[in-house]
Nanobody, 130 residues
Framework: QVQLVESGGGSVQAGGSLRLSCAAS????????MGWFRRSPGKEREGVAA???????SYADSGKGRFTISRDNAKNTLYLQMNSLKPEDTAVYYC????????????????????????WGQGTQVTVSS
């Protein structure tokens, strides 16, 4: 079992920055993939960024050049640095994790598929005002 707790959400003006954190606990040594997803009102959940245990990362087009995902395996913590925020970034942001089941490996383009992830946090609200 893996437990995930997000923090760092809040309200900012357009152009501002936020850094989200996700603290993992439990059987953390098994985690292969970690990712950030978001859901805006009236929209489907979408992948934002994801990273594997070797540091290989994938980003959705919406965040390329503005968002940076990182992972501190020693602290069992996932981060998402979000710069140049836009009102359309307003959403609840969720952290997710996938353990390494029997030597799991997926190519980077698949990292943002939510079906790969088994554990989810409760989410943290990000609100960007214009």
């Amino acid at each position: 079992q893996v437990q995930l707790v997000e923090s760092g959400g809040g309200s900012v003006q357009a152009g501002g920055s936020l850094r989200l954190s996700c603290a993992a606990s439990g059987y953390t040594s098994s985690i292969y993939l970690m990712g950030w997803f978001r859901r805006s009102p009236g929209k489907e959940r979408e992948g934002v960024a994801a990273i594997d245990s070797d540091g290989s990362a994938s980003y959705a087009d919406s965040g390329k050049g503005r968002f940076t995902i990182s992972r501190d395996n020693a602290k069992n913590t996932l981060y998402l640095q979000m710069n140049s925020l836009k009102p359309e970034d307003t959403a609840v942001y969720y952290c997710a994790a996938r353990p390494n089941y029997g030597g799991s490996w997926y190519p980077r383009p698949q990292f943002l598929n939510s079906y790969l992830y088994n554990y989810w946090g409760q989410g943290t609200q990000v609100t960007v005002s214009s």
